[in-house]
C-alpha cells in the first residue's frame, strides 16, 4: 500500500479515536502554556508517565516560570531531577531556560525550527510545542510513533537507523499535509492538538511494544503489520552490539558522620551531580582482592576501614560494577589526603541531611542511603 492512501485516514481516524478515548486529565494537558508543554515533552523523553507525574508537579512548585527556573541554583534543579536519568536533560532544560530569559525575553520562540534551536529541544519536541501552544502544523516523531508508524506502514530496519528515519519523517509529513488540507483553517489548532496527542496516547497506551492492542485500535484496518501478522516484528530491533562493562571503586572518606563527595564534570555520565571519589580498575582486577584494595587505598592516602556490597548499573552503552569502600579521613593523621581538607563547590563534606538537597544519581543515593543508616 503507497504512503499517501493511508495518510488522510491515518490523520482523522487518530483524531476521533483521541476525542473519545485518548487521555485528556494529565496536569500538562488542557494548557498553551509553552513552559509548562515544554517541561512536561522534555520529562517525557525515554519516561513513562506514570513516573513524571509527581516530579512535573514538584518542579512546577518550585519553579513555577521560566524566569524562576533561569534563576534558580544548579544544585536545586539537579536535585528535583534526581531520579528522573538522563541528566543532560536537566542541564539543558537549565540552560534552555537562561537561554528563552536572557535572548527572547522570557517567551518561548513559536515556530518549530526556532524551538529546534534552544538546548535540549529536539526536532520532534519542537513540532510538539509549536503544534500545541502555537497551532503550528509540524508533525512529530518520537520512539512511541516511530513504532506506530512502523507497524502501520510495516517499515523494515531499525528506526534509529539515518535511512529508516528519515523514511518516516516523510511520512510524518506527509500525513501532516493530508490533516492541513482537509481541516477548516479555524478548527485546524483544535485538530493539530489533538491529532499529535492522539498519536502520542496511541503509541503509549494501544500500540505498545510487548502487548499491542490492535482490536481496540483505531489504525487497525489500515495497518500493513497487522494485516501481514507482523505486529510482534516490527519495529525492527537495534543490531545487537556488545556492551562492555567497566569496574571502579568508590571511595567514601567518613569524618563523624560526614562522607565526602567531589561533584562530576558537567560532561560525561551523571554529569554535574554529586558523588564519591571513583577510582578506576582494570577488569583482571575484579573481583578486587584485599591486598590489592589496600594497596590502592594506601596510595590515595587512604586506610580501609569498611568494604560495602559492590552496586552494578547498567548505561545504554556500557555497564559499570561500583565497589563502595569506607575509608578512614582523620583530619590531622599524618595520611590525610590534602585534597580532604579544602571545600568548594567542587568538594566538601555532607551530612546525611545535607544530602537530600543535592543532586545525586539514583544508584549513587542508594549507597550513600546505606553508608549513613548502617551503624
Ligand atoms: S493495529 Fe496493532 S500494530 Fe497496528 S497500529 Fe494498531 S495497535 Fe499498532
Not at 30 to 55: C, F, H, K
Not at 64 to 91: E, I, K, N
Not at 222 to 230: F, G, I, K, L
Request: proline residues 7%; charged residues 20%; aromatic residues 8%.
Amino acid at each position: 500500500m503507497r504512503a499517501h492512501s493511508v495518510a488522510l485516514p491515518l490523520a482523522q481516524q487518530v483524531i476521533d479515536w483521541q476525542s473519545r478515548l485518548g487521555r485528556h486529565d494529565l496536569p500538562w494537558q488542557n494548557t498553551r502554556d509553552p513552559y509548562r508543554v515544554w517541561l512536561s515533552e522534555i520529562m517525557l523523553q525515554q519516561t513513562q508517565v506514570s513516573a513524571v507525574l509527581g516530579y512535573y508537579q514538584r518542579f512546577l512548585h518550585t519553579f513555577p516560570t521560566v524566569q524562576d527556573l533561569a534563576r534558580a541554583d544548579s544544585d536545586a534543579v539537579m536535585a528535583h531531577w534526581a531520579g528522573l536519568g538522563y541528566y543532560s536533560r536537566a542541564r539543558n532544560l537549565h540552560a534552555c531556560a537562561k537561554l528563552v530569559v536572557s535572548e527572547h525575553g522570557g517567551e518561548f520562540p513559536r515556530q518549530a525550527e526556532r524551538l529546534g534551536q534552544l538546548p535540549g529541544i529536539g526536532r520532534s519536541t519542537a513540532a510538539a510545542i509549536a503544534a500545541f501552544c502555537f497551532g503550528e502544523p509540524a508533525p512529530i516523531l518520537d520512539g512511541n510513533v516511530k513504532r506506530v508508524f512502523a507497524r502501520v506502514y510495516a517499515i523494515e530496519g531499525w528506526p534509529g537507523e539515518g535511512r529508516v528515519e528519515k523514511q518516516m519523517w516523510q511520512l510524518a509529513q506527509t500525513n501532516m499535509d493530508a490533516l492541513v488540507e482537509h481541516t477548516p483553517s479555524e478548527a485546524l489548532p483544535d485538530a493539530l492538538a489533538s491529532y499529535t496527542q492522539g498519536l502520542m496516547d496511541l503509541g503509549a497506551t494501544l500500540c505498545t511494544r510487548r502487548k499491542p492492542m490492535c482490536e481496540a485500535c483505531p489504525l487497525a484496518a489500515v495497518c500493513q503489520a497487522r494485516a501481514q501478522s507482523r505486529v510482534h516484528d516490527l519495529p525492527s530491533p537495534k543490531p545487537a552490539k556488545a556492551v562492555p562493562t567497566r569496574h571502579v571503586v568508590l571511595w567514601l572518606p567518613m569524618q563523624g558522620h560526614a562522607v565526602w563527595l567531589t561533584r562530576r564534570p558537567a560532561q560525561g555520565i551523571w554529569g554535574g551531580l554529586w558523588s564519591p571519589l571513583e577510582q578506576a580498575l582494570d577488569s583482571a582486577d575484579w573481583p578486587l582482592p584485599a591486598a590489592r584494595l589496600e594497596s590502592l587505598a594506601q596510595a590515595s592516602g587512604f586506610t580501609v576501614q569498611r568494604v560495602l556490597q559492590p552496586v552494578a548499573h547498567a548505561f545504554s552503552h556500557y555497564k559499570l560494577w561500583m565497589l563502595p569502600v569506607v575509608v578512614d579521613a582523620r583530619t590531622g593523621e599524618v595520611n590525610e589526603p590534602p585534597e580532604l581538607s579544602t571545600t568548594s563547590d567542587q568538594a566538601r563534606w555532607f551530612s546525611a541531611a545535607q544530602l537530600d538537597d543535592v543532586g545525586l544519581a539514583a544508584p549513587i543515593k542508594l549507597v550513600l542511603h546505606d553508608l549513613m543508616n548502617t551503624p
